[in-house]
């Protein structure tokens, strides 16, 4: 299966919306497509399946429920947010993430955190430098990214680790979807699989049958 993020998605993202985008994967694959980037409830699994997608990933959704490990006071956060933006200042791509002070503390010394960063990524991964450097030259080839994203790359694990595991959100970053502004509850993920499906069947219910 390929997993298909359109630009309301957390974390990565692109421009292009995902009922743009899903359409034209699902009519260029002949393999199941799974749907992701903006959907939260069962009317977006509807709309996924009549797309052609095969069913749906809901990644901020599934992090807002009481299952998920992300500590309690960064969930408080999320829950409070009603909007997302888009940065380049994390690893040199576009992230979409929540709008904190550290975000915006990102325009500032981006090189030389992005080099500090590094090293603890070497620690955390158990890489040597040599490994590091060659799995850095890949990336600059496969992904036609400059030296200078390459550095950044480290950003990305090691800001994450410490607000979604560590719980530091004023030293790293929360990524999400734009759904965060929807989202007001946290539901055990039995309860939120349970209610996705009544939703999905009381929207199907609604459309006129043939």
């Known amino acids: 299966a390929v997993i298909v993020q359109g630009g309301e998605g957390g974390g990565h993202t692109g421009p292009l919306a995902t009922t743009l985008l899903l359409p034209q994967v699902v009519d260029a694959v002949d393999i199941p497509v799974i749907a992701a980037g903006g959907f939260f409830d069962g009317r977006g699994l509807v709309a996924a399946l009549a797309y052609g997608a095969c069913g749906i990933a809901m990644g901020t ?20 947010a009603r909007e997302t933006v888009v940065t380049t200042k994390v690893d040199g791509v576009p992230h979409r993430v929540l709008p904190t002070p550290f975000v915006a503390s990102l325009e500032r010394s981006r090189l030389v955190r ?16 040599a490994e590091l450097i060659r799995e850095g030259r890949r990336m ?56 996705v499906m009544a939703e999905a069947e009381t929207a199907l219910a609604r459309l006129p049958s043939r």
């Not at 429920?65 to 999320?78: A, H, I, Q």
């Not at 994450?160 to 595991?165: H, Y």
């Open 140 to 195: 600059r080839r496969g992904r036609e990214l400059t030296w200078a994203q390459v550095l950044q790359a480290a950003n990305t694990p090691v800001l994450l680790r410490a607000a979604m595991v560590d719980g530091r959100a004023d030293l790293g970053v929360l990524a999400s979807g734009q759904v965060v502004g929807v989202i007001g509850d946290l539901p055990s993920c039995r309860e939120l699989i349970d209610r």
């Open 61 to 80: 959704r599934f992090l807002l429920t009481s299952d998920s490990p992300v500590p309690g006071e960064v969930k408080k956060l999320y829950l409070a």
């Open 114 to 129: 992005a080099v500090a960063n590094g090293v603890r990524f070497r620690r955390l991964s158990g890489l040597s430098w």
